[in-house]
Each structure stands twice: as structure tokens, then as C-alpha cells.
Nanobody
């Protein structure tokens, strides 16, 4: 059974940091494009980062998080991480990891392109 299990998240003050974890089971993340998404209340789900091993090795970051968030992966642990730094009030959202079988050299920032989803993790940035 293909499954993504998330952990991390929580409450943090502006300027703080958090790390989200997304562990895969039932499949190898090496064969899949992985995306990180977030959804704030009343807003559409937004793709904020993605990576595919079959690509050029680069990681996509949305302008809203570029320079503050870092996508990393531990191949041995079949796990990916989203390191979130310099958090802002507007980063408050439910964060999701997602996976789709890698069929191209570019990962997608669109939620509709992903078939497997983690359960989500609440991140609240508040003073």
C-alpha cells in the first residue's frame, strides 16, 4: 500500500523555523516526483516546492517561499523534508506532501498532477 505519512508542524512565532517530514512506504521516492503544497483557510491549495530525481537536479520553489524554505531528502530513509525558516504570518496553512510517478524530467506545482497525499500538518505562525 502506497502511503505518505507526515509529521512536524505546530505553532511558531514570526521569524522562527519548523521542519516538516514526509515518510513514504510501499514505494520508493526515487521513482516519484515529490511536491510540497499548502492550503490556507479560504484559499486554493498552492504548490510551494517540488523535486524529481529524473530531472536536472534542481528543486522548484514558489516565489512566496524562495530563499526561506528548503526541500531535502534522505534516500536511505525514503523520506523528504521541508525546512521552513524565517516564517511569516502568511505562511500559516495546512501543509501537504504529495507524490506522483515520475514520467517527465520536470516536477509539477499543480495539485491535480499528484495522486498520493500525506495527511497534512498544521503550521501556525503567530506572535
Amino acid at each position: 500500500q502506497l502511503q505518505l505519512v507526515q509529521s512536524g508542524g505546530g505553532l511558531v512565532q514570526p521569524g522562527g523555523s519548523l521542519r516538516l517530514t514526509c515518510a513514504a512506504s510501499g514505494f520508493s521516492l526515487d521513482d516519484y516526483a515529490i511536491g510540497w503544497f499548502r492550503q490556507a483557510p479560504g484559499k486554493e491549495r498552492e504548490g510551494i516546492s517540488c523535486f524529481v530525481r529524473t530531472g536536472d537536479g534542481s528543486t522548484y520553489y514558489a516565489d512566496s517561499v524562495k530563499g526561506r524554505f528548503i526541500f531535502t531528502r534522505d534516500r536511505a530513509a525514503n523520506t523528504v523534508y521541508l525546512h521552513m525558516n524565517s516564517l511569516k504570518l502568511e505562511d500559516t496553512a495546512v501543509y501537504y506532501c504529495a507524490a506522483t510517478f515520475a514520467q517527465s524530467r520536470r516536477c509539477s506545482k499543480w495539485p491535480a498532477d499528484y495522486g498520493y497525499w500525506g495527511q497534512g500538518a498544521q503550521v501556525t505562525v503567530s506572535s
